[in-house]
């Protein structure tokens, strides 16, 4: 079955970086996914699509601040310089044929 | 510049049926599959179902929860996608929101249209 996991939250200060995760399950670790932010009150916002061997192509306007990277069954999605409005909701999610995936979603909190 | 706008959404008693429209404009709509993603009061983004461009049978797939209850359609002339609601439950009640998609990937989103079932 495919599931991805995340964390529910993560905190990083105002100028630092973060990285979030997200882990594809068994069987499925050469699968590519893709992060959304959602920042509060707001509809969600594509981020990137990320490749298993850590290649991606982010969204229009997403900042270089924004980077993702790959390990195995890992899906990450780095932050840095962090921002008051990087203060949101973000999910990772994947596809097979039939079928579309969201992990949880991470709450970042930006201290 | 790509947008999409969902419209329909309302309070609506169990049940009963509702259609969800969206209206995309900034690219070739038959072209692109688009898919139905939902999110609950406080809850985190749910997979509703979507619909294969005509290129690729116009074909649909949909999550469990809502199979046999909700259809997808589309009209390319007019550059809308539809999500037929029927039978709807309590359980329902989320923010709707449409999606265009690349390869699997909900590159963009609507600002989402709000569906409440409720007696």
């Known amino acids: 079955q495919l599931v991805l996991t995340q964390s529910p939250s993560a905190s990083a200060s105002l100028g630092a970086s973060v990285k979030l995760t997200c882990t594809l399950s068994?069987?499925?670790?050469?699968?590519?996914i893709a992060w959304h932010q959602q920042q509060p009150e707001k509809g969600p916002r594509y981020l990137m699509k990320?490749?298993?061997?850590?290649?991606?192509s982010k969204g229009d306007g997403i900042p270089d601040r924004f980077s993702g990277s790959s390990s195995g069954a890992e899906r990450y999605l780095t932050i840095s310089s962090l921002q008051s409005e990087d203060e949101a909701d973000y999910y990772c999610?994947?596809?097979?044929?039939?079928?579309?995936?969201f992990g949880g979603g991470t709450k970042l909190t930006v201290l | 510049e790509v947008q999409l706008v969902e419209s329909g959404g309302g309070l609506v008693q169990p049940g009963r049926s509702l259609r969800l429209s969206c209206t995309a404009s900034?690219?070739?709509?038959?072209?692109?599959?688009m898919s139905w993603f939902r999110q609950a009061p406080g809850k985190g983004l749910e997979w509703v179902g979507f619909?294969?461009?005509?290129?690729?049978?116009?074909?649909?797939e949909y999550a469990a929860s809502v199979r046999g209850r909700f259809t997808i359609s589309r009209d390319d002339s007019k550059s809308i996608a539809y999500l037929q609601m029927n039978s709807l439950k309590t359980e329902d009640t989320a923010v709707y929101y449409c999606?265009?998609?690349?390869?699997?990937?909900?590159?963009?989103w609507g600002q989402g249209t709000l569906v409440t079932v409720s007696s």
């Open positions: 619909i294969r461009s005509k290129g690729y049978g116009g074909t649909t």
């Open positions: 900034g690219f070739t709509f038959g072209d692109y599959a």
């Open positions: 999610q994947t596809w097979g044929t039939d079928i579309r995936v």
């Open positions: 990320l490749n298993s061997d850590g290649s991606h």
């Open positions: 999606t265009r998609e690349e390869g699997g990937v909900a590159d963009y």
């Open positions: 068994s069987g499925h670790s050469s699968y590519a």
